[in-house]
């Protein structure tokens, strides 16, 4: 088994995903989840933390990119924690969920289904109808990052309705002239 050290940078090929969306690569016994990583892609990447059997990561370099990436269309992608899959093509993003779904029936009721639709939905963005949004005491509104309680100040969320983010940035205008 490999002595993996944190920072240490290797190169990888991304076989998979993880439940949450991140790629998957193994190095020589262990599990690696790489943020913003997508399926057979070639990546050198930086290790951020290393456990015994599994370590995370992050792509340092883009050697091969998968046809399925895309430019996230969010200027806060992915440093607000709301989306997973910006960074993938709408295709590739309903293959993993129906493949997310498969993999926990089988392991929670050991039900295999082969043959499982899945329906994508009419609108890629403004679908959202539930949000969490955050003021901090700078005043700024947004959602945290992920895995973190600090604040990415957000003025629009694509896949959030235009509406909710009018409400948060009303109560951010009321805030402001409140003295709160």
């Not at 399926?39 to 792509?59: F, H, Q, W």
Request: a positive charge; charged letters at 25%; glycine letters at 8%.
């Amino acid at each position: 088994m490999a002595n993996l050290k944190k920072n240490q940078i290797i190169t990888v090929t991304v076989c998979g995903y993880s439940s949450s969306g991140q790629g998957v690569a193994k190095y020589d016994g262990f599990v690696i989840f790489i943020s913003g990583a997508i399926s057979g892609e070639i990546c050198e990447i930086r290790l951020l933390k290393v456990l015994k059997n599994m370590a995370y990561a992050k792509i340092e370099k883009l050697l091969v990119p998968s046809e399925e990436r895309c430019l996230p269309v969010c200027q806060n992608y992915p440093k607000c924690g709301g989306c997973n899959f910006l960074h993938m093509s709408y295709k590739e993003e309903l293959r993993v969920k129906k493949e997310n779904v498969q993999t926990a029936l089988k392991k929670i009721a050991g039900i295999e289904l082969e043959q499982i639709q899945i329906t994508g939905g009419d609108n890629l963005y403004g679908y959202r109808n539930k949000a969490q949004y955050f003021v901090d005491k700078s005043g700024n509104v947004g959602f945290y990052r992920a895995r973190s309680h600090d604040l990415c100040p957000t003025e629009r969320c694509h896949i959030q309705n235009e509406r909710a983010d009018a409400c948060a940035h009303a109560l951010k205008d009321w805030l402001v002239e409140s003295k709160i």
